[in-house]
C-alpha cells in the first residue's frame, strides 16, 4: 500500500500539522503579542489559532498513524510510528487535560496567579515537543518511498 497518491496524502497532512504548529506557535503567536496592546486580546486571539491547531493535529496525527499501520503491516512498532504517538497523545493531554484548565483559570482572573504561569509553562513545553517531535517526522521521512 504504497502508491503515490498515499503517499502524496502523507506528506500534505504533514505540512498542514507540522507547518501549522511552527507557523503559529513560532510567528504568528509571538507577533500578536509584539503588535497588540491588548495582551488579554492577544492571549485570547492565539489561544483560538492553538486550539485549530491541536485540532489538527489530532486528525491529520490520526490518520497519519493509520497510513504508516497500512503501509508497514509487517513493522507496526517503527520510529515513525512512535513520533505519531508521542506527539498524537501531548496534543491530547494539551489539548483535553491542560486547555480546559488554563481556560478555568483566565475565566477566574487568575492569569498573573503562580499557577497559571506554572500550568501555561507545562503547555508551552508540551507545545514545544510536539514542535520538534515533528521536526523529526519530517527529516526522517523514509527515502526508499
Known sequence: MNGPRLLAGERILETL???GLWAI?????PALFATL???ALAGTLAGVMFNIIAWVGLVCGGLLLVFDQLRRPHKRINLRSLLLAGMLALVALGQF???????AMRVEGLVGSEA???LHG???????LVSVLGLVLVITRDNNE
Open 17 to 19: 500539522w507540522v507547518g
Open 25 to 29: 506557535g513560532y510567528m504568528v503567536a
Open 37 to 39: 496592546e491588548d495582551r
Open 97 to 103: 487535560v491542560l486547555a480546559p484548565k488554563v481556560a
Open 116 to 118: 497559571f504561569a506554572t
Open 122 to 128: 507545562v503547555a508551552s513545553v508540551f507545545y514545544l
